[in-house]
């Protein structure tokens, strides 16, 4: 049976980015360097699980029904840019140049992973189409299989009377990767040269 700390270090393993080393220094850090700082992590996670939930409109975080952007009428709210994860949108907002909002998908289309359309968050998004308040759906997802495989499924499932601009990113991300692990001045510029999508 582990000890408490083999516990702790395990738990923290599992944390994206963090391998045995870093669970360790971590895990001493919080238990011998500076056992002060446990409590109050232990309440801003506790804090964080009961208060933290989806947003109602664009599936982002937040701790009322809607997040902060989604709630701020400086946005623009008929240009929606549509991304894969919560992280791609806050890449997004660092790069500060889409003044509209969003609408996180929770995912991507990957048949070998076993992730249909049920899976992701595009019925909601199909909702705010219907509803006549989309003017643009920016597709800001992976420029790779599964990423073009959810751009034509959501395109193709767009009410034909919607008269909705469809444009997607590509101008300076790589094939094969990712809005998360671009920097701002290429995110600004994947926005600025987003072209038509169809």
């Known amino acids: 049976m582990p000890s408490a700390f083999e516990t702790l270090q395990q738990q923290l393993k599992q944390l994206p980015g963090l391998g045995f080393r870093s669970a360790e220094r971590i895990a001493l850090h919080l238990l011998v360097e500076k056992p002060e700082r446990l409590p109050s992590l232990v309440a801003a996670l506790e804090t964080a699980a009961a208060a ?3 947003c109602v409109r664009c599936g982002h975080l937040a701790e009322a029904e809607l997040c902060v952007i989604c709630g ?17 949108l806050v890449a997004m907002e660092r790069s500060a140049a889409h003044r509209g909002v969003y609408h996180v998908l929770h995912g991507k289309l990957s048949p070998i992973a076993g992730v249909g359309p049920e899976a992701l968050n595009l019925e909601s998004l199909l909702v705010r189409v219907q509803s006549g308040a989309v003017r643009e759906l920016i ?15 959501l395109t193709s499932h767009l009410p034909a009377d919607q008269s909705v601009k469809v444009s997607r990113i590509g101008f300076g991300l790589p094939s094969g990767g990712g809005v998360l692990y671009a920097d701002s001045v290429t995110l600004k510029s ?9």
Do not use: I, K, M, W
Not at 139 to 153: I, K
Not at 190 to 198: D, I, P
């Open 139 to 153: 597709l800001a997802l992976s420029n790779d299989v599964e990423g073009e495989a959810t751009c034509h499924y």
């Open 190 to 198: 994947a926005l600025e040269s987003r072209r038509s999508y169809s």
């Open 52 to 54: 933290v939930r989806r």
């Open 72 to 88: 701020d009428e400086r946005r623009d709210s008929g240009l929606v840019c549509v991304v894969e994860q919560v992280p791609d």
